[in-house]
């Protein structure tokens, strides 16, 4: 394993970021140094409860503050990401620790029946190799991705996104926020220049495409097929209003997730599917630009934000902006060009009332990095408190505001 050198623990001064950005990023970076120096090596639960973060309660044979569930990455991803932007080895070695946590859980198999693996693995696993060559995090992230690649349904052509492949509740379902699992199966086909991997990415995304994203531009939360004919059978939701409603998480996820998918495949259908999604999150934005928990609501709805959302789409927008730019000058589109640069503005104006409006008065004030999330609302879940991904989310989007020839992990 390789690593970058050290540094002092301040932040990197750049003078072209923009003074906001460069405020909350610090503020952001602050809090997160404080809630590593409280939780060590155990793990925060998926929301705050009062704008605290618990541990990570115990379940069966888990204690508290284990590594299980589909969150726990988000929160070394928060500390990679803190690392490049400070070259502070207090972030390097909290995200170490973490990644020899998650080399032992795929190799345990403790807690590996979810399509999340992609969320799990690239933000644990995928990032230190990418910054430090750290063989030990490759390894692992492959292995996840070779548990991944047992969830692949055929003649479906889907990934099974929840539970033991034998629960017949679960039999033939995957989510819109499948798409953000692909990269893992793009980044272990790299590493191993193993078809299965992008055949595995081309027909899910496709999939997702076709039926999850509805004529109307919003999208399904999950749908389901047959999953021994194949035959696409009907769209729900989990954690939307209702089944047709328009749940504002899993429309960022389309944004995002389909402009991802489409750097990995080059197809154009995905660039399209990340455009219709974006144009139909953009229109319904209430005045502040941060959506309410499902797109159904519009302004003065007495409903809770989702604030998690907001920071996804601004991370979609910036990447969708960034495919178009890369289009148009292979094409010389114009069209693309104007289009480029809409999303990018809207991204930062989603990205400022973030700033503004959704993070703590000060980083004592909270342990969430923006506030006012929403996990579940139909089974009254971390309503109106911070999420993992959520910070996650944010973080990324001001690294990307700062940094636009960032990386990201995906």
């Given at each position: 394993m390789t690593s970058l050198p050290d540094t002092e623990t301040s932040l990197v001064a750049d003078p072209e970021i923009d003074a906001p950005v460069g405020a909350a990023m610090d503020a952001a970076l602050s809090i997160l140094r404080r809630n590593i120096e409280t939780f060590g090596s155990r793990y925060p639960d998926d929301t705050t409860d009062g704008d605290r973060y618990p541990l990570r309660p115990a379940s069966g044979r888990f204690p508290e503050g284990a590594n299980r569930g589909w969150t726990t990455s988000f929160w070394p991803g928060m500390m990679w990401i803190a690392f490049e932007h400070t070259g502070d080895a207090f972030f390097r070695d909290a995200g170490l620790a973490h990644a020899a946590d998650f080399a032992r859980r795929v190799r345990?198999?403790?807690?590996?029946?979810?399509?999340?693996?992609?969320?799990?693995?690239?933000?644990?696993?995928?990032?230190?190799?990418?910054?430090?060559?750290?063989?030990?995090a490759r390894a692992a992230a492959l292995d996840a991705a070779d548990h991944l690649m047992r969830r692949f349904l055929e003649?479906?052509?889907?990934?099974?996104?929840?539970?033991?492949?034998?629960?017949?509740?679960q039999r033939g379902r995957t989510i819109v926020d499948s798409l953000m699992n692909m990269p893992l199966l793009t980044w272990a086909g790299e590493q191993t220049g193993e078809p299965r991997f992008a055949d595995a990415v081309r027909r899910h995304t496709t999939q997702v495409r076709t039926h999850i994203l509805r004529a109307d531009d919003t999208t399904f939360h999950t749908f389901y097929w047959d999953a021994e004919t194949g035959a696409p059978l009907r769209g729900a939701t989990e954690q939307g209003a209702f089944d047709d409603s328009c749940w504002a998480r899993g429309q960022a996820w389309g944004i995002?997730?389909?402009?991802?998918?489409?750097?990995?495949t080059g197809d154009a259908e995905l660039l399209a599917a990340s455009r219709r999604c974006a144009e139909r999150f953009l229109a319904h934005l209430p005045t502040d630009k941060v959506p309410y928990w499902d797109m159904v609501y519009t302004d003065g709805a007495d409903i809770p934000r989702d604030s998690s959302s907001a920071a996804i789409a601004v991370c979609g927008l910036f990447e969708l902006a960034l495919a178009l730019e890369?289009?148009?000058?292979?094409?010389?589109?114009?069209?693309d060009h104007g289009a480029a640069e809409r999303y990018r503005a809207a991204a930062h104006e989603i990205l400022a009332s973030l700033i503004a409006n959704y993070t703590p008065e000060t980083p004592e004030a909270a342990d969430a990095v923006i506030l006012h999330s929403v996990y579940d609302l139909p089974k009254s879940v971390g309503v109106d408190e911070g999420t993992l991904w959520g910070d996650y989310f944010y973080l990324e989007a001001l690294m990307r505001a700062a940094r636009p020839g960032w990386k990201p992990y995906w």
């Open positions: 345990d198999e403790d807690d590996l029946d979810t399509h999340d693996l992609g969320f799990l693995y690239t933000l644990a696993s995928v990032a230190p190799h990418r910054l430090l060559g750290d063989e030990d003649p479906a052509g889907i990934i099974q996104a929840w539970g033991d492949l034998s629960d017949p509740a995002y997730g389909f402009a991802l998918n489409h750097r990995a890369e289009a148009r000058a292979d094409e010389t589109d114009a069209e």
